[in-house]
């Protein structure tokens, strides 16, 4: 196996993986002056809350059973094993799904003191519906990405993505419905092209349960469970100690630090949605290895790029995308959740190799121990700093499941990655970000900086001969 012809295919698939997310990341952004305009902080800090509950539900609920697809699909060599495995995942996830929706309906008032301390069940209900319709929608899209049709993936993606926003728009600033019209718009595209997958897949999608293999699927998933529910507390509850111990507008300003630094998230989601079908089509072991390890060095090579453009140029992010000066502070949380947000793109490289050697078990002590760093963290930081204490809290946790999945991958599956370089471009990236920021450097010598960084990493001899020659056939006039 070819290395580059690999890495090449990975780039394509994660390139059309990402165009509907592009697309998704483009409107929203463009979009958030609206947003902001009509919804004050506290308005939009309780759908933040909200669809980041369903979000990480949408996980949770799954038992780990969409992480053991690929891994099962993959495993099964004949079409009628891999019928029985979409159609076994299917059902799972349309019966916990519907569950998930009947307890967000039934239980909405219950729910909206819990999480907003406040009467908000009808923002609650509406989440609940979202909740479904996302959980099925990333079961039947999953199909897509084993099959490797990332271009069908893309058209559903972009569909979805126009039809949401269109609705967003509709409902939030020609109805005035608000945050419940912020949240229906938003799974409106989803559960439309969801109904439109349904019927294309018919034929795919029959009465068939195997109670064998989701024994097998559910050995493999269940411990998944744990860690699930830790990557939950991390990505969740510190808007809870932000409602906590601050206020919801609190939790609207920190909201928009995570929207500008999800543009660094597009990337790496449209990276995540091709990487467990790459990683696993690989079959030979030593070429597996080899791929992982460059891929994880030129992925945090690109993210760390990436987080340095969104946080050197942090000020003018925020003064560009939003039109309230009460949401500027914002601009303090960027950096640090574009880093962390890069960091947690090398735990998901990390850890493709206890699912590689169906090593599970053990993965929930390596994002547990993150999620006890994160709680710790808020409880000392959020009182004094508020949502800066809450992105260091972030950051931090991220960190640590990085090195703790280094730790466990390296023990069940080891590979020869290329720390030297790996430290080079993280370390390279958060010096360049600290001299803008901490010298608060205007706009030009920011964007400067942020140009330097491939010439940085030259100086600082992180390229390969291979790479430089490469390198030097795309800039002719350096040769």
């Not at 744990?226 to 300003?253: C, H, M, Q, T």
């Not at 791929?291 to 690109?302: M, P, R």
């Not at 090398?346 to 590689?356: D, N």
């Amino acid at each position: 196996m070819r290395l580059g012809h690999e890495l090449k295919r990975l780039g394509r698939h994660s390139a059309i993986y990402g165009l509907g997310g592009l697309v998704s990341r483009i409107l929203a952004t463009v979009l958030l002056p609206l947003y902001t305009h009509y919804l004050p902080p506290n308005s939009y800090g309780q759908v933040e809350t909200v669809t980041a509950l369903t979000a990480v539900l949408a996980i949770v609920l799954q038992l780990g059973i969409s992480s053991a697809f690929f891994r099962f699909y993959f495993d099964a060599k004949e079409p009628p094993e891999k019928l029985t495995v979409v159609r076994t995942s299917f059902w799972f996830t349309m019966a916990m799904s519907t569950l998930g929706l009947v307890i967000g309906l039934v239980f909405a008032g219950p729910i909206s003191h819990l999480i907003l301390h406040s009467d908000h069940a009808t923002l609650v209900r509406a989440g609940a519906v979202g909740l479904w319709a996302q959980t099925n929608y990333q079961q039947l899209t999953a199909l897509f990405r084993v099959e490797e049709r990332s271009t069908a993936y893309a058209i559903a993606s972009v569909a979805n993505v126009l039809i949401t926003v269109a609705a967003m728009v509709l409902f939030v600033a020609v109805f005035h419905w608000g945050a419940v019209g912020l949240v229906v718009g938003n799974f409106t595209g989803t559960l439309l092209v969801y109904v439109v997958l349904v019927a294309y897949r018919n034929e795919q999608l029959g009465l068939e349960f195997d109670r064998s293999l989701f024994r097998k699927m559910q050995h493999f998933g269940m411990p998944l469970v744990p860690s699930a529910l830790a990557l939950w507390a991390i990505n969740f509850i510190d808007r809870e100690f932000l409602v906590w111990y601050k206020n919801l507008a609190e939790v609207g300003v920190y909201s928009v630090a995570i929207k500008i630094s999800s543009i660094l998230t597009f990337v790496m989601v449209a990276f995540r949605t091709a990487w467990p079908a790459f990683a696993y089509s690989i079959e030979d072991d030593r070429d597996a290895r080899r791929t992982y390890a460059f891929v994880l060095t030129y992925l945090l090579a690109f993210a760390s790029w990436v987080a340095l453009a969104l946080g050197a140029l942090a000020p003018w992010w925020v003064h560009l995308l939003t039109s309230r000066h009460s949401y500027f502070r914002a601009e303090k949380g960027i950096a640090l959740l574009a880093f962390a947000g890069a960091v947690y793109a090398g735990y998901t490289v990390l850890a493709i190799g206890s699912g590689r050697a169906r090593r599970t078990q053990l993965n929930w002590v390596v994002t547990g121990a993150g999620a006890l760093v994160n709680v710790g963290l808020n409880f000392w930081l959020i009182p004094a700093y508020g949502m800066v204490g809450a992105a260091i809290s972030t950051a931090a946790a991220y960190v640590v499941l990085f090195i703790g999945m280094t730790m466990y991958a390296q023990h069940v599956y080891p590979v020869d990655y290329q720390w030297r370089r790996v430290v080079t471009v993280v370390g390279a990236g958060v010096a360049l970000t600290v001299v803008a920021r901490a010298l608060h450097l205007p706009l030009a010598p920011s964007f400067l900086l942020v140009l330097a960084y491939p010439l940085v990493l030259a100086l600082l001899g992180f390229y390969l001969p291979a790479e430089r020659k490469r390198l030097l056939k795309l800039v002719p006039s350096l040769r």
